[in-house]
Nanobody, 115 residues
């Protein structure tokens, strides 16, 4: 059974940090490009970060220098380390995996940045 399960969301104060996890099962995870998207109420979905099968990374402009994406293929997990969080980072965060033929999505995890 193919699954992507996100975890690690929660409530954090501005300036704080969180680490999101995306755990995969049921497919050859190491061959897939994995990315994190986020969507806030009333806003369009935004690409946050991408890591491909070779480990190359890209980030959205709004999170560059604050967020880091990395993967542990042995643990079949991709992580999003988020630092210096701002209220505008508040959103539901979704993990997505693709080999450009097949696409898998997680159910999302909520991140709320508020004092």
């Amino acid at each position: 059974q193919v699954q992507l399960v996100e975890s690690g969301g929660g409530l954090v104060h501005p300036g704080g940090s969180l680490r999101l996890s995306c755990a995969a099962s049921g497919f050859t995870f190491s061959d897939y490009t994995v990315d994190w998207y986020r969507q806030a109420p009333g806003k369009q979905r935004e690409l946050v970060a991408i890591i491909n099968s070779g480990g190359s990374k890209m980030y959205g402009d709004s999170v560059k220098g604050r967020f880091t994406i990395f993967r542990d293929n042995a643990k079949i997990t991709v992580y999003l380390q988020m630092s210096s969080l701002k209220p505008e980072d508040t959103a539901a965060y979704y993990c997505h995996a693709t080999d450009f033929r097949l696409d898998y999505w997680g159910q999302g995890t909520q991140v709320t940045v508020s004092s």
